[in-house]
């Protein structure tokens, strides 16, 4: 089982270009989760979705969009990045209980 | 409103000597707590968690977290502290208005750093 992957690893963008990142599981996982992390604020949730074709906002949902075609992917979608947007992003894929967190995409936005 | 609290930006400890690493909680109802740990550019892994029971909870390389209702808390502890177990360590509580989501609330983190 390779769990929760990320792609990318790392990614520059400049202000004003689109990006996706994809998440993938292959634990059969329903729920599905996008945070970032900043420094010294923890882990803020973006959007998650609770199952395929499903997807609801979290704390922080502006500048961001998502889609959830299959069951095991969950894509992130920045349309028009801007340096706000410069962080570390993380998926995850949850049982009942336990979430499981993929590597992170590191996004810098100049 | 439901939150989560690490009152400590960084705990330093000698190698060889118990640590702490605090985590107060403002949820209402049971709580399901969570601690998790991320090492340097590492995702998020779990620790342990606490849903029922037993206030004392046991969990991965060697940590235990102690559930204290009237305190509000779930303080991660370990004995004997490993130069191998710096990193970030967060706490978290399952939303109690998600539903069946899931959903966590996160603390802002600990850096626990380990010292030979």
């Known amino acids: 089982n390779a769990g929760v992957t990320q792609t990318p690893k790392f990614r520059v963008l400049k202000t004003g270009q689109s990006m996706t990142l994809l998440c993938a599981q292959d634990?059969?996982?329903?729920?599905m989760y996008w945070y970032r992390q900043d420094p010294g604020m923890g882990l803020r949730l973006i959007h998650y979705?609770?199952?395929?074709?499903?997807?609801a906002k979290g704390e922080v949902p502006d500048g961001y969009n998502v889609s959830r075609l299959k069951k095991q992917n969950f894509l992130l979608g920045l349309e028009s990045a801007a340096p706000s947007q410069t962080s570390v992003y993380f998926c995850?894929?949850?049982?009942?209980?336990?979430?499981?967190f993929g590597p992170g995409t590191r996004l810098t936005v100049t | 409103a439901q939150s989560v609290a690490q009152p400590e930006d960084q705990v330093n400890v000698a190698e060889g000597n118990p640590l702490t690493v605090k985590c107060t909680y403002s949820?209402?109802?049971?709580?399901?707590l969570f601690w998790y740990v991320q090492y340097p550019n590492r995702g998020l892994q779990f620790l342990l968690k606490?849903?029922?029971?037993?206030?004392l909870v046991k969990g991965s390389y060697g940590f235990e977290a102690e559930f204290n209702k009237s305190q509000t808390s779930f303080h991660l502890k370990k004995p004997s502290a490993l130069v191998s177990d710096s990193a970030l360590y967060f706490c978290?509580?399952?939303?109690?208005?998600?539903?069946?989501?899931?959903?966590?609330?996160f603390g802002t983190g600990t850096l626990l750093a380990v010292q030979p």
């Open positions: 634990m059969n996982h329903e729920y």
């Open positions: 979705s609770v199952g395929e074709g499903t997807t």
């Open positions: 978290a509580v399952r939303d109690v208005y998600g539903g069946a989501t899931n959903k966590l609330i």
């Open positions: 949820v209402s109802g049971n709580p399901y």
């Open positions: 995850a894929s949850s049982t009942r209980t336990e979430q499981y």
């Open positions: 606490y849903i029922t029971g037993d206030n």
